[in-house]
Nanobody, 123 residues
Framework: QVQLVESGGGLVQAGGSLRLSCAAS????????MGWFRQAPGKEREFVAA????????FYGESVKGRITISRDNAKNTVYLQMNSLKPEDTAVYYC????????????????WGQGTQVTVSS
């Protein structure tokens, strides 16, 4: 049974930082591309970041580029999302996803999804 469990969300003031984690089980983590997406109320799900199985390739969404860093620890089966200089518009539920295809911004390339963790940025 595949499980992706996000953690680290919460309430933070604008300008603050959070680090999200996503722990994976039930997959050979080191062979999976990992991604983060987010969805704000009333909006479509949006790509945030993705990382290749080795960590050597990363993609970022335009709205977060320069403020967010994705990384992974294959020994711990965990992918991270370090978020700095947070803005109220970053408020959303953040989801991690795992896929076996190439690193991609498209949610259709991901096979497994976590339940999400809420990030709220106050102004």
């Amino acid at each position: 049974q595949v499980q992706l469990v996000e953690s680290g969300g919460g309430l933070v003031q604008a300008g603050g930082s959070l680090r999200l984690s996503c722990a994976a089980s039930g997959i050979t983590f080191s062979t999976y591309v990992m991604g983060w997406f987010r969805q704000a109320p009333g909006k479509e799900r949006e790509f945030v970041a993705a990382i290749s199985w080795s960590g050597g390739t990363t993609f970022y969404g335009e709205s977060v580029k320069g403020r967010i860093t994705i990384s992974r620890d294959n020994a711990k089966n965990t992918v991270y999302l370090q978020m700095n200089s947070l803005k109220p518009e970053d408020t959303a539920v953040y989801y991690c996803a795992a896929g076996t295809k190439t690193v991609s911004r498209s949610e259709w390339n991901y096979d497994y999804w976590g339940q999400g963790t809420q990030v709220t940025v106050s102004s």
